[in-house]
């Protein structure tokens, strides 16, 4: 296991259409984050899971934004009839459990609506 | 919404020359860390300094944390062209270990 793996690294889509984004988590990270980074900016928290659990989710998630993390494996993330808004770089991290523990960033997934 | 700010935003320079970029947040933290992202790219972890600890090296890299000023600094000595990327400091306040990043700084190293 090499590192976090996202699937894809990019996706045009038109505006309406549903995207699904797949994170692949370093296997013993019992922690799984979503961020988004717009250009210029520095990545903005959208959600966290403990195993499968998820236990936080920011106001930037709205109701058309859903994850999953199913048996505590990979995660995905769901973005319905997506906007020109929702056009962003999508990374995944994850960490190990612990108190003060670095964040393992995969390659993100470069989201483009039209 | 962003914790603090990378100062400067862009900053050029020789190779061979010192890079300091400066970090403020604004809460208490449990730690700062540093994270280097190529263009396009993910973000790699550079350095983390917990916030009872005042400074900290590894190899080309030197870290400072003042907790009374809500600042960090991190220096890159001796930079190569290979350093040139864009820097974020990232805080960690406690809520689930989640980060929360600053703008960042633009490093480009001229050879």
């Known amino acids: 296991d090499t590192g976090v793996s996202q699937d894809p690294r990019h996706k045009i889509t038109k505006r309406g259409q549903n995207v699904t984004f797949r994170c692949d988590p370093i296997?013993?990270?019992?922690?799984l984050y979503w961020y988004r980074q717009t250009l210029g900016q520095g990545p903005e928290f959208l959600t966290y899971?403990?195993?499968?659990?998820?236990?936080?989710k920011s106001r930037l998630l709205s109701d058309r934004f859903s994850a999953e993390r199913p048996k505590g494996s990979f995660s995905t993330l769901e973005i319905q009839r997506t906007e020109q808004g929702d056009s962003a770089m999508y990374l995944c991290?994850?960490?190990?459990?612990?108190?003060?523990?670095?964040?393992?960033f995969g390659q993100g997934t470069r989201l483009t609506v039209v | 919404s962003q914790q603090g700010e990378e100062d400067p935003q862009a900053l050029s320079i020789q190779e061979g020359e010192n890079a300091t970029m400066n970090c403020s947040y604004k809460t208490s933290i449990n730690n700062l860390q540093w994270y280097r992202q190529n263009s396009g790219r993910g973000l790699v972890h550079l350095i983390l300094?917990?916030?009872?600890?005042r400074e900290k090296h590894s190899g080309r890299l030197r870290v400072t944390l003042d907790t009374s000023k809500k600042s960090s600094s991190l220096l890159i000595t001796a930079s190569r062209a290979a350093d040139t990327a864009s820097y974020f400091c990232?805080?960690?306040?406690?809520?689930?270990?989640?980060?929360?990043f600053g703008k960042g700084t633009l490093l480009t190293v001229n050879p």
């Open positions: 899971f403990q195993n499968e659990a998820q236990l936080e």
């Open positions: 990232a805080t960690d306040e406690g809520s689930n270990y989640k980060l929360t």
């Open positions: 991290a994850s960490s190990p459990t612990g108190a003060v523990a670095e964040a393992f």
């Open positions: 300094i917990r916030s009872n600890e």
């Open positions: 296997s013993e990270h019992n922690r």
